[in-house]
């Protein structure tokens, strides 16, 4: 089947970053889709605001389960007995790094986007605000898509909105794609499992507070 490249897959998790890509690719695309995957993380109301958001924005819905990912390695995000690091370690990688967790949705998105005929894939990664994660960075996404060219003939773009965004950047964009509110109070980013503001403590919750405060004054400013 031949690729169409006004048809998008955006990887979706129901979180901020996600489903500001959503909307962003809506407004580039003709058609969009979702994918989203479960793969044993602690918090199945991800999987339930993804649903539910999709809806929202008029796409399609479609869940894979990768369970195999979760039992591959221990981190903190699938495994109950692991206490989460506060901070990111200065020798290694923060214990919500999940091994080859991006390596894996993008492979599958791949598939998946090739048997429905779609040329363009989008994710939320982002380098600027990466967290410590490697398979956030520009170098493997721009790797990964030769890789999957290569593997399927084919002539997949990888899509990464983000990627040079810091997070009051990326609440900015949201903003700008008049969807704020529900990236604000709809979308599950805390590591906690905790909807909208989150628990306010945890990595993910401090980054995005952090963003939104400062996309906030920036913006009062430039109304003064």
């Known amino acids: 089947m031949q690729l169409d490249k006004d048809k998008a897959l955006v990887v979706f998790s129901g979180g901020q970053d996600s489903t500001t890509c959503l909307y962003w690719a809506l407004e580039q695309f003709r058609e969009v889709h979702t994918i989203t995957f479960t793969y044993g993380q602690k918090h199945s109301l991800e999987v339930d605001m993804a649903r539910s958001l999709a809806a929202k924005a008029g796409t399609d819905f479609n869940l894979m389960d990768v369970s195999l990912i979760g039992r591959l390695g221990e981190n903190a995000l699938t495994d109950t007995s692991i206490e989460m690091d506060a901070e990111k370690p200065a020798d290694s990688f923060p214990n919500t790094f999940v091994p080859g967790r991006n390596m894996f949705f993008l492979g599958i998105a791949a598939v998946w986007a090739r048997e429905h005929g779609i040329m363009n894939i989008v994710t939320g990664v982002s380098q600027t605000d990466y967290s410590g994660y490697p398979d956030c960075r520009d170098s493997f996404i721009r790797?990964?898509?030769?890789?999957?060219?290569?593997?399927?003939?084919?002539?997949?773009?990888?899509?990464?909105?983000?990627?040079?965004?810091?997070?009051?950047?990326?609440?900015?964009?949201?903003?700008?794609?008049?969807?704020?509110?529900?990236?604000?109070?709809?979308?599950?980013t805390c590591y906690n499992g905790i909807p909208g503001d989150g628990c306010g403590h945890c990595p993910a919750c401090r980054l995005r507070k952090a963003g939104l405060e400062k996309y906030l004054a920036e913006r009062h400013a430039d109304a003064r």
């Open 143 to 188: 790797s990964l898509n030769v890789t999957l060219n290569l593997a399927m003939d084919e002539q997949f773009v990888i899509h990464t909105p983000l990627m040079w965004l810091d997070k009051a950047q990326t609440w900015a964009l949201a903003d700008s794609l008049g969807v704020m509110d529900i990236i604000r109070k709809e979308t599950l």
